[in-house]
Nanobody, 115 residues
């Protein structure tokens, strides 16, 4: 099981970024996928979850504030996190995670929101 995130970058406040997570080694279309983030000095916090069929996504409202959206492409074994109206407080390492019982993390991708 392998998850590889990409797309992290330095972006100005108010900007947008799309993170990707490429999955391999398991039947991707059968698993819900999650995004988490970890702000320096803090524990990982849940950002959101998308169901295996991609029809439903749930978000942590205090984190996403209606600005983040999760999607997936089961044909490409990939899940995405679209982040809009980014704030300095969104600076973190972002991780994708495959649900139980695989329970595997990617290596993370760094997002820095700064002018």
């Amino acid at each position: 099981v392998q998850l590889v995130e990409s797309g992290g970058a330095l972006v100005q406040p108010g900007g947008s970024l799309r993170l990707s997570c490429a999955a391999s080694g398991f039947p991707f279309r059968d698993y819900a996928m999650l995004w988490y983030r970890q702000i320096s000095g803090k524990g990982r916090e849940w950002v959101g979850t998308i169901t295996s069929d991609g029809r439903t996504a749930n978000y942590a409202p205090s984190v996403t504030k209606g600005r983040f959206f999760i999607s997936r492409d089961n044909a490409k074994n990939s899940v995405y996190l679209q982040m809009n109206s980014l704030e300095p407080e969104d600076t973190a390492v972002y991780y994708c995670y495959v649900s139980s019982p695989l329970s595997t993390w990617g290596q993370g991708t760094q997002v820095i929101v700064s002018s």
